[in-house]
């Protein structure tokens, strides 16, 4: 069974840092482009990280450039994404998503196949 099971979100006050972890079972992490979006509250979900499996680069979104940063844990199929430098603009529900293509990832919803529960972060003092 193809699952993605997200932890690590909550509560945390502007400046501050969360990780998020994206666990993967039913397949390898590194077979797939990830991708992290998040969705506000009436706002439309939007794609903030990617990395490929083409070349393994990660792609990141003007508005979290330089702050938030991924990594992959291949031994434990799991994927993080490091949230530094949080801003009240931040909070959203955020998600990870795996892509079963050769190619180059993307901020497109409708092309990933795997999807995570999704895990709620609030900044706010």
């Known amino acids: 069974q193809v699952q993605l099971v997200e932890s690590g979100g909550g509560l945390v006050r502007p400046g501050g840092s969360l990780r998020l972890s994206c666990a993967a079972s039913g397949f390898t992490v590194d077979d797939y482009a990830i991708g992290w979006f998040r969705q506000a509250p009436g706002k439309e979900r939007e794609g903030i990280l990617c990395?490929?499996?083409?070349?393994?680069?990660?792609y990141y979104a003007d508005s979290v450039k330089g702050r938030f940063t991924m990594s992959r844990d291949n031994a434990k199929n799991t994927v993080y994404l490091q949230m530094n430098s949080l801003k009240p603009e931040d909070t959203a529900v955020y998600y990870c998503?795996?892509?079963?293509?050769?190619?180059?990832?993307?901020?497109?919803?409708?092309?990933?196949?795997?999807w995570g529960q999704g895990t709620q972060v609030t900044v706010s003092s």
């Open positions: 998503a795996a892509e079963n293509t050769p190619y180059y990832c993307s901020y497109y919803v409708s092309r990933y196949d795997y």
């Open positions: 990395i490929s499996r083409k070349n393994g680069r990660p």
